[in-house]
């Protein structure tokens, strides 16, 4: 079945430091990749996606590109913000293009900024 | 646009009981999928209504159930209530089942002593 590993945390980073989430994946055919953010108390939003391989998916100075040689798909942002502090899942989804249905989220990376 | 709401957003519940959670999907969205949230297992899919049918489900067991309505609110019944239920469930909605961005509302925290 399909599956996602990441890193569990927490990543403590101070203020403007260069960020990087690992994130690999299993799954057959191709499926489509995306980073979610969970603010304390609140549900999941998308924060960027990508459906095709090479496909780079970028929000808010967050940048993540589908890597289908190395089945990986990392979330980077050159400078974090303590309000970039959250919950960042990983997910794949077997239905084209996405959807609200069968995603498969990794455990969840908990990211601390300290100012 | 009012985005997704969940009611109620917490609840207490005795082992035993029984309970039923609602889902309000964004207006014109169709599909509605529910998702468990628990420290361990993390997030995993319960099920996705379309329509009013059921299209997709997770591996949980029958004492989760769900239905949609025809103007696409969906509920998610948990019976006969154990410990390990005691979670964070979370609703999707979206306009069709694929091609399109899942959008979450904030949760229902379901806690069972």
């Known amino acids: 079945g399909n599956s996602v590993t990441q890193m569990e945390g927490p990543v403590t980073l101070s203020e403007e430091a260069f960020l990087t989430i690992n994130c690999t994946y299993t799954a057959t055919g191709y499926p489509s990749l995306f980073w979610y953010v969970q603010y304390p108390g609140e549900g999941l939003q998308l924060l960027l996606k990508?459906?095709?391989?090479?496909d780079k998916g970028s929000n808010k100075g967050f940048e993540a590109t589908y890597r289908k040689e190395t089945t990986s798909f990392h979330l980077e942002k050159g400078s974090v913000q303590v309000s970039d502090s959250a919950v960042y899942f990983c997910a794949l989804s077997d239905r084209p293009g996405g959807g609200a249905d069968g995603l498969t989220f990794g455990k969840g990376t908990h990211l601390i900024i300290q100012p | 646009k009012a985005g997704v709401t969940q009611t109620p957003r917490y609840l207490i519940k005795t082992r035993g009981q029984q309970v039923t959670l609602s889902c309000s999907p964004i207006s014109g969205h169709r599909s509605v999928s529910w998702y468990q949230q628990t420290p361990g297992q993390g997030l995993q899919f319960l099920f996705e209504?379309?329509?009013?049918?059921?299209?997709n489900k997770g591996n949980f067991p029958g004492r989760f159930s769900g239905r949609q309505f025809s103007n696409s609110r969906s509920e998610m019944n948990v019976s006969t209530l154990e410990l390990g239920d005691s979670a964070l469930y979370l609703c999707?909605?979206?306009?069709?089942?694929?091609?399109?961005?899942?959008?979450f509302g904030q949760g229902t925290r379901l806690t069972v002593v």
């Open positions: 209504y379309f329509s009013e049918t059921q299209r």
């Open positions: 990508a459906t095709k391989a090479d």
């Open positions: 999707a909605s979206s306009l069709r089942w694929e091609n399109t961005e899942a959008f």
